[in-house]
């Protein structure tokens, strides 16, 4: 009786979801290993993976920067996340705010403007300039852009309030009176944030690294504009199969490489999940 | 402890709004420089509003966020509340394909769309990127955070409350409109504003997938940004950011009263 | 009451998006003619001039090197009617058939053009293209810190100047960066020798520690604002940025530089051929070119429009340089796709060198 009075009819419900994702998500997914795995010709081959190891550079080096701006991103949101758990409400409400509203100005004009901050004849370098000046003395100023660096700098900026949001929300949930039992069991400072505190934590901890690290490894925007159009990432070797910017389009090679992002991510998080084990985030679902 | 946090939370103050400033100063600088200041002006705003470019961008940004939102508001609300009822490795399966576009990055999700419509458009003499593929992907990659949003607010439903009011002899329709929906519309809202926001603001994916007669905003500021500077730029980022100041302010002014009814 | 406000609501949705859908592929109605040009290439009042006096809407959007504009028209990604590519662009297009035959009969004005100028490799029999501008690459540095000494022989070493690392900028495309490098080698800029690339992409990779950005048109911000003190670029632009900043000077480097042309061409597939056509004669006309060129300060096809222009910039011979100047630059031609491939992959061997 209950299911005939019952007005939701799941698949209903699920049809025009269900026909979407499997249109616009699976088939465009399957197409890209579809590509992966074949030649112009259309033919099954494994020579586009070889391009994995051609630009082991390339692999190494957006690894390497993403996992150096997410680090740098932990360590800078965890204090301030912490300093934002333990405010009054109204301060939490708007701390907030105050985090997420950079990211409503545009992410390339704000990036533009580092380049205006940052440049040989930047503000800061001009700034250096007349303090020595002050001094009498000379200034050449500091080499602060188009390098790896700058590149860096770009993905804390840009992806900073991913890391403290979650972070934060995880802390706010930690109940005071925890914290408190661990003192009244003799804890000191250092015992209850080692001991309570930070393994609470971990899940905020994990679903910011995410969040930073993915955006930051797929980024080829930050490494044209900070970085000179130097140095590719793993994101300008895409863009450049796909739309050509260098004379030849080649879907092949460019969907290989997404491929590679994809199974890197897919082991990541893998990893972080295994992990996050014992503190196992609400929302449900394994992630992919 | 207290003191080391303070100076902290204001060094990263600094480091967040630092860009914020330098775009806000420069866009009233009478010069044409991003870096020196020659003097104030509002000549940027008056060239911003004489740019059709960057305003006809500005409105199709709107018309594909509006639509998007609410498309994917209305498939992303009926698939929580399909996946809500669905248990175990079905469920899972949903909710697995449903983060897909969550969790790969957005230049991934992008060229493989990309893939998709060229693929498709290929066979079709004629057709091209435009609005439609615009709108599809957006549309695609929105319908996941309205699930997210509404899918908690489904859970903490009281399933009692729609019981009671069947037993009570309302019709089964009425009952989920009248009761299910209200109960789970600050989820369907939070995730229709989420879908828009991030739609108005996506580069990547519109990047790859838009054609030539219609761009969006941040397509357009791309393009400009490879041209010689122009502090238009500025003064339309400006100008962006004010509106949203002023409306987080009133939201947030009028937030309080509203909690303590609830 | 609810359900029906809903079910108002839904309609009013599905209309909605029917009616965008309708105005999105609609896009290319009668009225508007999509012009795809080079970034920083033309008088915008000459625009709402056409738009004036025809009735006819110009969507103008810009691309910054002729590979971006290729993909995007060969992608499908996007319908435009008239396109300015470079010289080899327009034969490599004519070659794949995408250009579209023009009717002369339409542009009256395609007499105004100087015989020099027409009937040249890339269109040897004058059915696609009408030129646009032409010009060479100059190499552009600041008298201000650039010493005198290093600029006297004009060559383009000076683009290979450790003294001036950090302050040397380069072209962000590959033809044109390995053109620079092929001629300090002494190779010819169209070779299709597989081991005359090889070595101008280690020039490049040498080169690649004392580059501080690779440019196109934020050239102007960086060598205006100092930031950097030589780069590469076309004359005309050259111009237009030295006009900005006094202290910037430019030569043709003794070596030799490309020389090209940028043409009119209306796309095969165009719905608008007639209106591309009135476009183009439009801007051929003697009064425009005349205004254009004083904006965009490139080099003009038009003898009429020529003789119009004051005495100056007549005599520039950065912008019309004299015939011995002219004779050590070469045009490009359309590459072999091997060749194409082979550049392609030494670019990305370029940018993934890290030092």
């Known amino acids: 009786m209950r299911k005939n009075r019952d007005p939701i009819n799941k698949k209903v419900m699920l049809a025009p979801f269900s026909g979407w994702m499997v249109l616009f998500v699976l088939v465009p997914i399957a197409l890209v290993v579809y590509y992966a795995f074949s030649n112009a010709d259309r033919q099954f081959t494994l020579s586009n993976l070889h391009w994995m190891y051609e630009y082991r550079g390339t692999l190494w080096l957006s690894v390497k920067l993403s996992v150096i701006a997410t680090v740098i991103c932990m360590l800078l949101a965890y204090p301030i996340a912490y300093a934002m758990s333990r405010a009054s409400e109204k301060v939490q409400r708007n701390a907030t705010l105050f985090i997420m509203l950079p990211m409503w100005m545009n992410f390339l004009v704000r990036t533009y403007a580092w380049m205006t901050i940052l440049e040989d004849t930047g503000l800061v370098n001009n700034a250096l300039r007349g303090i020595a000046g002050w001094f009498g003395k000379e200034f050449d100023g500091l080499s602060l852009i188009n390098n790896h660096g700058a590149i860096v700098l770009g993905m804390v900026y840009n992806f900073l309030p991913y890391m403290i949001l979650p972070i934060y929300t995880a802390l706010t949930k930690i109940s005071y009176s925890l914290i408190e039992a661990a003192r009244d069991l003799g804890a000191n400072g250092g015992q209850v944030f080692g001991k309570v505190i930070l393994p609470m934590s971990v899940p905020g901890i994990i679903s910011g690294i995410t969040m930073v690290f993915i955006p930051s490894i797929s980024t080829f925007i930050i490494s044209k504009i900070l970085g000179g159009g130097k140095d590719f990432l793993i994101g300008d070797l895409i863009e450049d199969y796909f739309l050509g910017n260098s004379g030849v389009v080649n879907y092949n090679i460019g969907a290989a490489l997404s491929l590679i992002i994809m199974v890197m991510i897919l082991i990541a998080t893998f990893m972080m999940n295994h992990f996050d084990k014992d503190a196992k985030t609400s929302g449900g679902g394994s992630v992919i | ?262 | 009451m609810i359900k029906k406000s809903i079910a108002v609501f839904l309609t009013l949705v599905l209309l909605c998006t029917l009616l965008a859908a309708c105005a999105g592929s609609g896009a290319g109605n009668a009225a508007t003619l999509n012009v795809y040009n080079w970034g920083e290439y033309i008088d915008q009042t000459v625009l709402e001039d056409f738009e004036a006096e025809t009735g006819i809407q110009v969507n103008y959007t810009t691309y910054a090197n002729n590979e971006e504009m290729y993909s995007k028209i060969v992608s499908g990604a996007a319908s435009y009617d008239v396109i300015v590519p470079s010289e080899y662009m327009i034969s490599k297009m004519i070659e794949e058939d995408l250009l579209a035959e023009l009717d002369f009969a339409n542009i009256p004005n395609y007499s105004k053009i100087g015989d020099d100028y027409k009937g040249l490799p890339y269109d040897p029999d004058e059915k696609y293209s009408v030129p646009y501008t032409w010009g060479t690459v100059v190499i552009v540095y600041n008298t201000k810190y650039v010493d005198e000494a290093d600029v006297e022989d004009e060559s383009i070493d000076l683009l290979w100047n450790e003294k001036y690392a950090g302050k040397i900028l380069m072209f962000d495309n590959p033809r044109d960066a390995f053109a620079l490098a092929m001629s300090k080698l002494g190779y010819s800029m169209n070779s299709t020798t597989p081991s005359e690339w090889e070595a101008a992409a280690d020039e490049l990779i040498a080169q690649k520690h004392l580059v501080q950005a690779y440019v196109m048109d934020q050239v102007f911000d960086k060598l205006i604002g100092e930031e950097a003190y030589i780069a590469p670029y076309y004359a005309g632009d050259a111009m237009a940025m030295m006009e900005e900043n006094e202290d910037l000077a430019a030569y043709v480097p003794v070596e030799g530089a490309n020389q090209f042309f940028d043409s009119m061409c209306v796309l095969k597939n165009t719905r608008h051929k007639k209106e591309a056509e009135q476009f183009i004669n439009f801007m051929c006309d003697t009064e425009i070119a005349v205004r254009n060129a004083e904006e965009v300060c490139y080099a003009i096809p038009q003898v009429e429009a020529y003789e119009e222009l004051d005495e100056e910039t007549k005599n520039d011979t950065m912008v019309y340089p004299p015939a011995e100047v002219l004779e050590r630059c070469e045009v490009f031609v359309n590459l072999p796709s091997e060749t194409l491939e082979l550049q392609s992959d030494l670019w990305k061997k370029l940018k993934t060198h890290y030092d």
């Open chain 2, 1 to 262: 402890m207290k003191k080391f946090l303070t100076v902290y939370t204001v060094l990263i103050s600094v480091f967040l709004y630092a860009p914020i400033f330098v775009v806000v100063f420069f866009s009233f600088n009478s010069g044409t420089s991003r870096a020196v200041f020659e003097g104030f002006s509002m000549q940027w705003y008056q060239e911003l509003f004489q740019d059709e470019l960057i305003l006809k961008s500005l409105y199709y940004s709107v018309v594909i966020a509006v639509v998007s939102a609410v498309v994917s508001t209305v498939i992303g609300t009926m698939a929580a509340i399909g996946i809500n009822k669905l248990r175990g490795f079905v469920k899972s399966a949903y909710l697995s394909v449903n983060n897909i576009p969550v969790v790969n990055p957005d230049i991934v999700t992008a060229i493989s769309m990309m893939i998709l419509f060229v693929f498709v458009l290929s066979h079709f003499n004629g057709m091209e990127m435009g609005f439609t593929t615009l709108l599809i992907a957006h549309i695609t990659f929105n319908i996941p955070y309205v699930v997210l949003s509404v899918l908690p607010k489904l859970k903490g439903m009281d399933q009692n409350i729609y019981d009671a009011a069947l037993d009570l002899g309302c019709p089964p329709v009425k009952a989920f409109v009248k009761v299910v929906i209200p109960q789970i519309m600050p989820g369907i809202i939070s995730g229709m504003i989420m879908a828009f926001t991030l739609s108005l603001d996506d580069f990547v994916i519109s990047y790859f997938n838009s054609g030539a007669t219609f761009q969006t905003l941040p397509i357009t500021i791309y393009s400009m940004t490879k041209k010689p500077y122009n502090l238009k730029l500025n003064a339309l980022s400006t100008l962006l950011f004010a509106v949203v100041l002023a409306l987080m302010l009133a939201v947030n002014i009028k937030k309080p009263a509203k909690k303590k009814k609830a």
